[in-house]
């Protein structure tokens, strides 16, 4: 069965410009994770989303950080006013449980800002 | 100019060797604890975890320890191969934050043929 995809694989955009990063999680999994991973670091998580609601923004950096999943399935995590600092790794998971399950990754979407 | 990451753990076998990773933790309140592989490129792939009430946990060529009196988590990896080659990463679960994981520093699994 398919899995979390997430696109673009990568993203180049210039300091100060405005981007969205997309996540198609495993079909009917109600639980959705954003976490950013820096080069030689672990994943730390931004947000999470039990169906149509983000029940936990706390990993959100600041306000220039937002995302979306208005219909329960596909998110959008939205950055403006792009910073030379929020070049990383973003990392979409999945899981069918409200927080107790397996979590699935995606290949997530490697962000560089010029 | 381009950014340097951290350097991470390094741990080298030889093909056919058992490797065991290691993970310090700091919550006592975590409930689950992972292991994450993560391969060049990709995200990270689970590959077995284990209940907080539990100190083993086997699966195929793989077996975790957890030690609560130290805060220690462990991977063992029988007869290593070279596909096993990877970064892996331990993972704490909280079930009243929603599950999120909260990641230690990964190990860099090297397997020499």
């Known amino acids: 069965g398919a899995g979390v995809s997430q696109t673009p694989s990568n993203k180049v955009t210039e300091k100060g410009k405005y981007v969205e990063l997309r996540c198609d999680p495993i079909?009917?999994?109600?639980?959705l994770y954003w976490y950013r991973q820096s080069l030689g670091q672990g994943p730390e998580f931004l947000i999470y989303?039990?169906?149509?609601?983000?029940?936990?923004d706390s990993g959100l950096p600041n306000d220039r950080f937002f995302a979306v999943r208005p219909e329960g399935s596909v998110s959008t995590l939205k950055i403006q006013r792009t910073e030379r600092g929020d070049s990383a790794v973003y990392l979409c998971?999945?899981?069918?449980?409200?927080?107790?399950?397996?979590?699935?990754f995606g290949p997530g979407t490697r962000l560089t800002v010029l | 100019g381009e950014s340097v990451g951290l350097h991470l753990p390094t741990l080298s076998v030889q093909e056919g060797d058992n490797s065991i990773i290691n993970c310090a933790y700091s919550n006592s309140a975590s409930d689950y604890f992972i292991w994450y592989k993560q391969e060049s490129g990709k995200g990270p792939q689970f590959i077995i975890d284990i209940r907080s009430n539990m100190d083993k946990r086997q699966g195929q060529r793989v077996t975790v320890l957890l030690n609560k009196t130290v805060k220690h988590l462990s991977l063992q990896i029988a007869a290593t191969q070279p596909g096993d080659s990877a970064v892996y990463f331990c993972?704490?679960?909280?079930?009243?934050?929603?599950?999120?994981?909260?990641f230690g520093q990964g190990t860099e699994l090297s397997v020499k043929p």
């Open positions: 079909s009917g999994h109600t639980a």
């Open positions: 998971a999945s899981s069918s449980l409200d927080g107790t399950g397996t979590q699935y």
């Open positions: 989303f039990q169906g149509t609601g983000a029940a936990d």
């Open positions: 993972a704490e679960l909280f079930y009243n934050q929603g599950g999120k994981l909260i």
